[in-house]
């Protein structure tokens, strides 16, 4: 069993649709929890960055962690065609700055 | 402010061959990571470096070593080269040791090694 282990993709979704996306994890020593996107010939880029469990919004976005059932998610509300990448979750131990374990990926594709 | 860089872009070698990746943090950035990242999976964690030390080391063999130089930029070595090891090797660059944190991981955009 993998410590990570993301929805498999592709998704597709018309713009402006809610998107929700979703990993599970098995290692209960895991505090921080990031999502990054990754477009096409990219290195990923941070997204959104939460500890412990809990919500955080950033504008279109919003993460949620819960602990207790190993879960974690990112939501994306009026998604845009620009939303069109591929979105890894992470996660680590002890820290952004920390070795970062991350799920499969998602492809997503937001439809004009 | 240059973000992450790293050379070559692209890199084509046969079985058995060796390989040197480079990577130049983001200024102001003094800890590197590298990963790699096969084809439709996620980054794999290689090993980070600090103070030109390897702090961290994730399940990859011996073939694969790295240096931090005094500047901060570092190398990825490969040896003895497998099919398998093709994939986008991903550097990224943070501010401060393991467990320390003081901001996020930037990325490179990658070096995609291919092996023959």
């Known amino acids: 069993q993998k410590e990570v282990e993301q929805d498999p993709g592709p998704l597709s979704v018309p713009e402006g649709a809610i998107v929700s996306l979703n990993c599970t994890y098995s290692?209960?020593?895991?505090?921080?929890f990031m999502w990054y996107r990754q477009y096409s010939r990219k290195g990923p880029e941070l997204l959104m960055y939460t500890y412990s469990s809990g919500n955080k919004e950033d504008g279109r976005f919003t993460a949620q962690v819960d602990k207790s059932s190993k879960y974690i998610s990112l939501f994306i509300r009026d998604s845009q065609p620009s939303d069109s990448a591929t979105y890894l979750c992470?996660?680590?131990?002890?820290?952004?700055?920390?070795?970062?374990?991350f799920g499969k990926g998602i492809t997503l594709s937001v439809r004009p | 402010d240059a973000g992450v860089t790293q050379s070559p872009t692209h890199l084509i070698k046969t079985r058995g061959q060796q390989v040197t990746l480079r990577c130049s943090p983001k200024?102001?950035?003094?800890?590197v990571s590298w990963y790699q990242q096969a084809l439709g999976q996620g980054p794999q964690f290689i090993f980070q470096y600090y103070e030109e030390e390897e702090r961290q080391r994730g399940n990859f063999p011996d073939r694969f070593s790295g240096h931090q130089f005094p500047n901060y930029s570092s190398e990825l070595n490969v040896n003895a080269l497998l099919l398998g090891d093709s994939a986008l090797y991903l550097c990224?660059?943070?501010?401060?040791?393991?467990?320390?944190?003081?901001?996020?991981?930037?990325f490179g955009p990658g070096t995609r090694l291919t092996v023959l």
């Open positions: 200024s102001g950035h003094d800890t």
């Open positions: 990224a660059s943070s501010l401060g040791p393991v467990g320390d944190y003081r901001g996020e991981q930037f």
């Open positions: 290692n209960s020593a895991f505090q921080y």
């Open positions: 992470a996660m680590t131990k002890t820290g952004a700055n920390s070795k970062l374990t």
